[in-house]
């Protein structure tokens, strides 16, 4: 006998939840497609090189060898995106979408698979903060269409910890290590990286650093009593800027978070993630990466875009599920041509297999639904 257990982390899906996050999908899709995006698909296996520069956890990829050459499952949609455009000479500025599978090794015992769909967009070739709104605005749609409006957004930016050690010191592996501590809030560690500065400039800021998190008015409001070097304040000004532009959506909560990791390390600017306050992940997460293609081509290109957890999303989101509830047709199978006539002519009508009347009068009333059947004439009559 063969083994009937799945590799770890691996799970089937069926039913009304696989339904569920098909038909989510198809109303993204709609969405993205009314607001011009265009549809890439890109394979599930890649060269390992692809996801070189940006690490992106490769410990945690599945590695496969083809023809003595390195490939991994995919764990990330944008690099293959920017693998894509480097080797497809597209006009751009161009908006593109993705919804596909993605593969990481979780955690064991995290109680996360390995196996995810996800959702997203690339919006690639504009420079102006547009493009981060346009995230914006497509996150509150879908927040108030299928959370009821409680996605709220934080931002960030992915250059704010190095405008502020910048000013402190030269030493990058210094820099590294308080950055470290600083995003797993290791306070006791962060403190005594921090300790030959504490008598300096940002001294006072610094100390307040790590808690720099929460409702957008309430952390601008404490960061406005630092003198911060020129570029974090660069920084500052651009987020207060983003987060009043932001607060014009309906129902839009906006936090800011100055203390976070950039969620991946390609980002070159804004930064931010969509969370509900009821549940522990995110469900958006994305940010500006003007870098990202020049790993691929000679020219740089700017660009933003966000993914999407469609899993998770699958499961919180509340909208009306359309099921058709189909009546059934009772067939003899030398009436098959009557049968292709006559489900044309009644779409809601679907096959019976059952081998007599008898059982199909059984299943119809099990199912609450209707029975037909095909008289010698070839025309349809109830037999409930
Ligand atoms: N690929 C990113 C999301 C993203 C899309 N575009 C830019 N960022 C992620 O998985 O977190």
């Known amino acids: 006998m063969h083994k ?88 751009l500025p161009r908006k593109f979408y993705y919804v596909g599978e993605r593969f990481k090794i979780a955690k064991s015992l995290s109680g996360k698979y390995n196996q995810m769909t996800q959702a997203g967009i690339e919006i690639v070739g504009y420079t102006s903060l547009k493009a981060e709104l346009e995230c914006f605005f497509l996150i509150n749609c879908l927040s108030r269409k299928f959370l009821q409006g409680r996605v709220r957004i934080e931002l960030g930016d992915a250059c704010f910890a190095d405008a502020v050690l910048d000013s402190l010191t030269k030493d990058a592996a210094l820099k590294a290590a308080i950055k470290k501590q600083l995003y797993q809030k290791n306070i006791p560690q962060y403190q005594k990286m921090i300790a030959p500065f504490v008598t300096g400039k940002q001294g006072q800021f610094l100390q307040k650093w790590p808690r720099l998190f929460g409702d957008e008015a309430t952390v601008l409001q404490q960061v406005s009593q630092f003198a911060l070097p020129a570029a974090a304040q660069l920084i500052i000004n651009k987020l207060e800027r983003v987060a009043h532009w932001l607060k014009q959506l309906p129902e839009q909560p906006v936090s800011l978070d100055l203390s976070a990791a950039p969620p991946q390390t390609y980002y070159t600017g804004i930064t931010f993630k969509g969370f509900s306050d009821d549940i522990s992940d995110y469900l958006f997460s ?75 009068q059984q299943t119809a009333a099990t199912k609450h639904v209707k029975l037909f059947r095909i008289d010698k004439e070839g025309k349809i009559s109830d037999a409930t």
């Open 286 to 360: 994305g940010g500006r990466y003007d870098h990202l293609l020049e790993s691929f081509q000679k020219k740089a290109e700017p660009a933003v875009g966000m993914g999407i957890d469609l899993e998770l999303l699958t499961k919180v989101a509340d909208f009306d599920i359309p099921k058709p509830k189909a009546d059934l047709l009772f067939f003899e199978p030398e009436q098959l041509s009557e049968v292709v006539q006559i489900c044309q002519q009644h779409p809601n009508l679907t096959l019976c297999l059952e081998r007599d009347l008898q059982s199909a």
């Open 4 to 91: 009937v257990s799945l590799p770890l982390g691996m799970r089937d899906e069926f039913g009304m939840q696989a339904y569920k996050k098909h038909q989510l999908e198809k109303m993204l899709e709609q969405l993205l497609q009314q607001h011009d995006f265009m549809r890439i698909d890109t394979p599930l296996l890649e060269y390992q090189e692809v996801f070189a520069d940006f690490d992106l956890k490769q410990r945690r990829a599945y590695h496969l060898v083809d023809n003595n050459e390195a490939v991994v499952l995919r764990p990330d949609l944008t690099l293959p995106i920017a693998r894509f455009l480097a080797t497809n000479n597209f006009d």
